[in-house]
């Protein structure tokens, strides 16, 4: 599986953006997939996860309220909203498929990955 991450760009704080992560194959829509961040310097942290139906979702406390995490599988694609945006959000994005149809929490549970896009947040 091959996935491709779309819709980075700069925006002012309190600004919105919605990322895309389009896969290349129908399996996709098996496989719980997750939204991954990486700021210059730190972890690459989970930030959001969609079970392989949309049923079920998981945020972390960082953008919980304000992101949302969602997928058609129509189109082989996930999709991560992202409202209120703040400086701190600034951060290369990343998307990732998992084997399972549940979703983890670690890096390890995600096999299949995108190159990345960049969000960048002014003040």
């Known amino acids: 599986v091959q996935l491709q991450a779309s819709g980075g760009g700069l925006v002012q704080a309190g600004g919105s953006l919605r990322l895309s992560c389009v896969a290349s194959?129908?399996?996709?829509?098996?496989?719980?997939v997750g939204w991954f961040r990486q700021a210059p310097g730190k972890e690459r942290d989970i930030i959001a996860a969609?079970?392989?139906?949309?049923?079920?979702?998981h945020y972390a406390d960082s953008v919980k309220g304000r992101f949302t995490i969602s997928r058609d599988n129509a189109k082989n694609t996930v999709y991560l909203q992202m409202n209120s945006l703040k400086p701190e959000d600034t951060a290369l994005y990343y998307c990732?498929?998992?084997?399972?149809?549940?979703?983890?929490?670690?890096?390890?549970?995600?096999?299949?990955w995108g190159q990345g896009t960049q969000v960048t947040v002014s003040s």
């Open positions: 969609i079970n392989w139906n949309g049923g079920s979702t």
């Open positions: 194959r129908r399996t996709f829509s098996n496989n719980a």
């Open positions: 990732a498929a998992g084997l399972r149809a549940s979703y983890g929490f670690r890096r390890d549970d995600y096999r299949y």
